[in-house]
T-cell receptor, first 114, second 117 residues
Framework: GENVEQHPSTLSVQEGDSAVIKCTYS??????FPWYKQELGKRPQLIID?????GEKKDQRIAVTLNKTAKHFSLHITETQPEDSAVYFC?????????????FGKGTRLHILP | SAVISQKPSRDICQRGTSLTIQCQVD?????MFWYRQQPGQSLTLIAT?????????ESGFVIDKFPISRPNLTFSTLTVSNMSPEDSSIYLC??????????????FGPGTRLTVL
């Protein structure tokens, strides 16, 4: 089945600098890759996603890149701010018969340092 | 935007008992997912629930332990049966984010924090 690896597990970045989180997936049939942000005590919140027919997508300070050949995708946060501190999860769909499964990486705890 | 609610928000249960968690979505969805999240950990998929068919369980999860109902396109329940302390976790229902082009929607319920004594 699908396996999603995410690293680093923890990342500390100076405020204003950029943060990059990387994920790899195992199933070449995966075709959708969402990223979630989870603040302490809250539910995961979708922040950006990318489909397999696109190599890059950007939404304000957040961008995601996808390399289908290498089966990896990355989240880029520029001009980081204190409110970016949270746990970030990548995910990949794993098509199984007619059902898609959304499988999550283990998460990256991002600390924005003042 | 879609609203997803769960009941109960939390519960403390005795070993050997069962708890049913309800998930309500304010719009019709084909697939609903149930996840478990231990404190500080990632989201582990328990099963996928499609309306009108049996739920599909992930490796390590079985129907006898986690029976799921999906009576219509806006509602699902997950039961945690014959509970043990190892079942203590947060249980979340989720819907497919591809159903919307907006990042302002909620695709996860608020979660049910279960503690088993």
């Amino acid at each position: 089945g699908e396996n999603v690896e995410q690293h680093p597990s923890t990342l500390s970045v100076q405020e204003g600098d950029s943060a990059v989180i990387k994920c790899t997936y195992s199933d070449s049939a995966s075709n959708y890759f969402p990223w979630y942000k989870q603040e302490l005590g809250k539910r995961p919140q979708l922040i950006i996603d990318i489909r397999s027919n696109v190599g890059e997508k950007k939404d304000q300070r957040i961008a995601v890149t996808l390399n289908k050949t290498a089966k990896h995708f990355s989240l880029h946060i520029t001009e980081t701010q204190p409110e970016d501190s949270a746990v970030y999860f990548c995910a990949a769909t794993r098509p199984v018969n007619r059902d898609d499964k959304i499988i999550f990486g283990k998460g990256t705890r991002l600390h924005i340092l003042p | 935007s879609a609203v997803i609610s769960q009941k109960p928000s939390r519960d403390i249960c005795q070993r050997g008992t069962s708890l049913t968690i309800q998930c309500q979505v304010d719009s019709q969805v084909t697939m609903m997912f149930w996840y478990r999240q231990q404190p500080g950990q990632s989201l582990t998929l328990i099963a996928t629930a499609n309306q009108g068919s049996e739920a599909t369980y992930e490796s390590g999860f079985v129907i006898d332990k986690f029976p799921i109902s999906r009576p219509n396109l806006t509602f699902s329940t997950l039961t945690v049966s014959n509970m043990s302390p190892e079942d203590s976790s947060i249980y979340l229902c989720s819907v497919d984010p591809r159903r919307s082009s907006s990042y302002n929607e909620q695709f996860f319920g608020p979660g049910t924090r279960l503690t088993v004594l």
